[in-house]
Nanobody, 122 residues
Framework: EVQLVESGGGLVQTGGSLRLSCAASGLTLYDYAIGWFRQAPGKKREGVSCISSSDGSTFYADSVKGRFTISRDNTKNTLFLEMNSLKPEDTAVYYC???????????????WGQGAQVTVSS
């Protein structure tokens, strides 16, 4: 059974940093594209960042470019999202997601974690 378990969320002040982790079980992360989505209250779920396993290419939403960094530790089967210079508009539930293939542009998401709350106070 595939499981994705997020951790590292919390409350931080504007300008602060957090690192989200996503521990995967039941699969080898390196074999798939994997990433992060988020959903703020009253807003649609949006893609934040993802990384392909085929070529290591990454995607970042314009709103987080230069502030967030996605990385993967294959030895620990864990995905990370380093978030710096956090803003109140980054407040959302962050979800770890697995794609069905190795390249995010040509794959669909098929597994989601339960989500981790990130709250940035002004």
């Amino acid at each position: 059974e595939v499981q994705l378990v997020e951790s590292g969320g919390g409350l931080v002040q504007t300008g602060g940093s957090l690192r989200l982790s996503c521990a995967a079980s039941g699969l080898t992360l390196y074999d798939y594209a994997i990433g992060w989505f988020r959903q703020a209250p009253g807003k649609k779920r949006e893609g934040v960042s993802c990384i392909s396993s085929s070529d290591g290419s990454t995607f970042y939403a314009d709103s987080v470019k230069g502030r967030f960094t996605i990385s993967r530790d294959n030895t620990k089967n864990t995905l990370f999202l380093e978030m710096n210079s956090l803003k109140p508009e980054d407040t959302a539930v962050y979800y770890c997601v697995k794609y069905s293939g190795t390249y995010y542009k040509t794959s669909l998401t098929d597994y989601w974690g339960q989500g981790a709350q990130v709250t940035v106070s002004s």
